[in-house]
């Protein structure tokens, strides 16, 4: 008996704790001598090469393989024919199926914002040039490319997959022929403002 009045008192103890009391107290920064939580600042830390390699490259690649690989298809042993090979194969963890290209997409969608954060730098040195016209456009293209692909993904249809990989190809080679497209990795014509 004693027992059970002892874990009564624990648990009440905890549930007016935990907030299942009326009164509370608030510490306040000033009482703790703690700094408030402040979200951090959006800041590049990869140049724009880096970045496109480590976001949209990958995430493209699962988008564009689901045009031969049906990603809700059973998966083959690796050692099988036809196993273990596609992007959607490669690139998969716990996400699987239709929900990697889901996912794929939002990454191509999210991609716009992240070349758009002040201060990246292109592989050559040069600023991203984020105040032209024509870069905010295809950056724009981008977001919206990624968006008619998680929807395309959404509907499962590899039909639509085709379709929408037209469109991400599209968006990628319009800023592309620009901007990247000028000489190897590095080369001091990229990112330079086009010529009138």
Avoid at 9 to 28: D, F, H, K, P, Q
Avoid at 134 to 155: H, I, N
Avoid at 183 to 195: I, K
């Amino acid at each position: 008996m004693r027992v059970l009045n002892v874990m009564f008192a624990l648990v009440c103890l905890a549930a007016v704790g935990c907030g299942g009391g009326t009164t509370t107290t608030e510490t306040t920064t000033s009482e703790t001598g703690a700094s408030p939580a402040t979200a951090p600042a959006a800041k590049a830390y990869a140049n724009l090469a880096q970045m496109m390699r480590t976001v949209p490259f990958p995430n493209s690649n699962i988008i564009f393989d689901t045009q031969s690989n049906d990603p809700a298809a059973p998966k083959k042993p690796e050692g099988a024919p036809g196993g273990g090979g596609g992007a959607t194969s490669a690139y998969s963890s716990v996400y699987t199926g239709w929900e990697a290209v889901e996912t794929s997409a939002l990454a191509l969608a999210e991609t716009a914002n992240l070349i758009m954060i002040p201060g990246r730098v292109c592989s050559n040195g040069k600023p991203v040039p984020l105040d032209r016209e024509d870069f905010k456009k295809y950056a724009q293209g981008l977001a919206d490319a990624g968006m008619a692909a998680y929807k395309a993904a959404q509907s499962k249809s590899q039909d639509a997959m085709v379709e929408v990989s037209g469109t991400i190809a599209d968006a990628c080679a319009a800023c592309h022929e620009v901007y990247r497209d000028k000489g190897p990795y590095g080369s001091p014509e990229r990112c330079a403002v086009p010529s009138p």
